[in-house]
């Protein structure tokens, strides 16, 4: 692995409430010099939950994706709150999201989205032990909850509503794991 | 599934030379009205190769990810040229990144990256038949070119500097396929 690009200039481009875009100018160790452009993250990090129930199932939820300007069924996930760990933020977004709390919670991995320009993070975590548990979240309207069969990922995995990378990885490491232990 | 919400405006915010955030007023069908941030694609989509050897192995390669500051392991992949389509620009990238071209390439899956903000998408492509062929690319260096057993899949995914969820969601699929047909 090579020396890794030495940072030459870092500059704001442009702030909104949600995204800040920053130039890099970088000198790779055989001399060449680029300009990269990359969002970066403020805030405490995200979670992504695996919730599985007593009956094998995963729960997902189907809500409105501005990016795509439609419904997708996904994951509960949200950013982590100040002074919140990985684990309290997951139970929490379970709760308000898909109205489950869990009693075991444990961290699989930390994914990135588009790490060649962008510096988000997220925290799988698998949920389980669930009872029924709601708290009042920031959604504009109730989300749908969906119980899925974890024995049938492949279904799942095949509609094109169920498009997230991040989500499909999340329940492969789980099911990886799960078939393992 | 709820009526989609009703644009109210959109509004450009911030452009770069990579990223176009926009301004979104929604109102939800319960009446419920919300502005959302999102960062629009131009260009023609993204493609992202599962590349098999006669191995078994998958080419993986590692490169510079400005959004982590850091070398990352990771699928070849890149952007859609204009008149280009998916598969041949996935052959093309193939030679470029890592050395390959491919006789056989199969359509598996569009995949978006966080598409709660973000219009992204990106198609993977499954690639074989492979033979050594070398195209340039506009890389700042050589990228490292790792062959990786596919029936060794979670030692991969433990690893931290394999991290992108577009990545494993890529390979589970088409480790998915193979087992299957």
Same mark, same amino acid.
């Given at each position: 692995? &090579?020396?890794?690009?030495?940072?030459?200039?870092?500059? &704001?481009?442009a702030?909104?409430?949600?995204?800040?875009?920053?130039a890099?100018?970088? $000198?790779?160790?055989?001399?060449v010099?680029?300009?990269?452009?990359?969002?970066?993250?403020?805030?405490? =990090?995200? /979670?992504m /939950?695996v919730a599985?129930?007593?009956?094998?199932?995963? /729960?997902?939820?189907?809500?409105?994706?501005?990016?795509? @300007?439609?419904?997708?069924l996904?994951? &509960?996930k949200?950013?982590? @709150?100040?002074?919140e @760990?990985?684990?309290?933020?997951?139970?929490?977004?379970?709760?308000?999201?898909? =109205?489950?709390?869990?009693?075991?919670?444990?961290?699989?991995?930390?994914?990135?989205?588009?790490?060649?320009?962008?510096g988000?993070?997220?925290?799988?975590?698998?949920a $389980?032990?669930?009872? /029924?548990?709601?708290?009042?979240?920031?959604?504009?309207?109730?989300l749908?909850?969906?119980?899925?069969?974890? @024995?049938? !990922?492949?279904?799942?995995?095949?509609r094109?509503?169920?498009?997230?990378?991040?989500?499909?990885?999340?329940?492969?490491?789980?099911?990886?794991? !799960?078939?393992?232990?």
């Amino acid at each position: 692995m &090579p020396a890794k690009p030495e940072i030459l200039k870092l500059s &704001p481009i442009a702030n909104s409430r949600l995204f800040h875009i920053e130039a890099m100018e970088l $000198r790779f160790s055989n001399g060449v010099e680029r300009r990269y452009e990359r969002l970066m993250t403020g805030g405490n =990090g995200a /979670v992504m /939950v695996v919730a599985i129930n007593e009956y094998n199932q995963v /729960v997902l939820i189907r809500e409105y994706a501005a990016g795509l @300007d439609d419904y997708v069924l996904t994951l &509960p996930k949200g950013l982590i @709150d100040p002074g919140e @760990d990985a684990l309290t933020a997951a139970n929490r977004e379970l709760q308000e999201e898909a =109205g489950f709390a869990a009693d075991q919670l444990t961290f699989i991995k930390q994914l990135t989205a588009a790490p060649n320009y962008m510096g988000h993070r997220i925290d799988v975590i698998l949920a $389980r032990s669930l009872s /029924v548990s709601k708290l009042e979240g920031d959604e504009p309207e109730p989300l749908e909850v969906v119980l899925w069969p974890l @024995d049938n !990922l492949p279904e799942l995995f095949a509609r094109d509503e169920f498009s997230e990378g991040r989500s499909i990885a999340a329940l492969c490491l789980v099911e990886q794991l !799960l078939r393992t232990t």
